[in-house]
């Protein structure tokens, strides 16, 4: 294992069962409320959503298309304040759609509010959020996810596309990083 990383929060083994469990809930939710192969849009953010993403698609058999977003982080040491811009948006009209945001982590809650509230203004027929991970004790604002695999602390998390310093975003599992060692880290 990397020196940065102080031990394993959550092995792959664990994401795997729970993201099969979540996908097989979703499933459930959708067949009631969508009668024929109307596809769902699952749109996730780069960069992070990517390896959680493509494990929930493994596990998720219904009619869906993929879509991707990309929107600025409003400064990687200041997560609290600024507002998240959109630069790569949508290239599909979403009204009338059945939307699944798929996000790997939930944090301050701030990109999901933004993106919800940006979403809303296009009248999609629902709009659900599934993540990977939610850090109950840091939101800044109010925003639920529908559907989640797993609520964690607030350490400092890498893997399945969490990064620093965008390394890390590959491992299989979510490590904890030693704040620590991180303070004087040569990379
Ligand atoms: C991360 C993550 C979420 C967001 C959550 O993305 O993928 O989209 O932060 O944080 P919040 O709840 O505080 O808004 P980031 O902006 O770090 O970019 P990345 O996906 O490229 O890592």
């Not at 809650?109 to 004790?137: A, C, E, H, R």
Request: aromatic content about 10%; hydrophobic content about 40%; charged content about 30%.
């Amino acid at each position: 294992m990397h020196p940065l990383i102080k031990n394993v929060l959550l092995n792959k083994e664990e994401i795997n069962k729970r993201t099969n469990q979540v996908a097989l809930e979703i499933e459930e939710y959708y067949k009631k409320i969508i009668p024929n192969e109307e596809p769902i849009v699952l749109v996730g953010f780069l960069k992070g959503c990517v390896p959680f993403m493509g494990k929930f698609l493994e596990n998720f058999s219904l009619s869906c298309q993929t879509e991707y977003m990309l929107i600025s982080s409003y400064g990687s040491n200041i997560k609290s304040s600024g507002k998240p811009e959109i630069l790569l948006d949508l290239k599909i009209p979403i009204e009338n759609r059945h939307i699944l945001i798929v996000e790997d982590v939930i944090d301050t809650g701030i990109t999901l509010d933004f993106m919800v509230d940006y979403f809303k203004m296009q009248k999609p027929k629902s709009i659900k959020i599934v993540t990977m991970l939610d850090k109950v004790n840091s939101h800044k604002v109010d925003i639920k996810a529908d559907w989640k695999c797993f609520d964690v602390g607030d350490d400092f998390l890498v893997g399945m596309g969490l990064d620093v310093n965008e390394r890390f975003r590959n491992l299989p599992y979510i490590g904890v990083i030693d704040t620590e060692k991180l303070k004087n880290w040569k990379w």
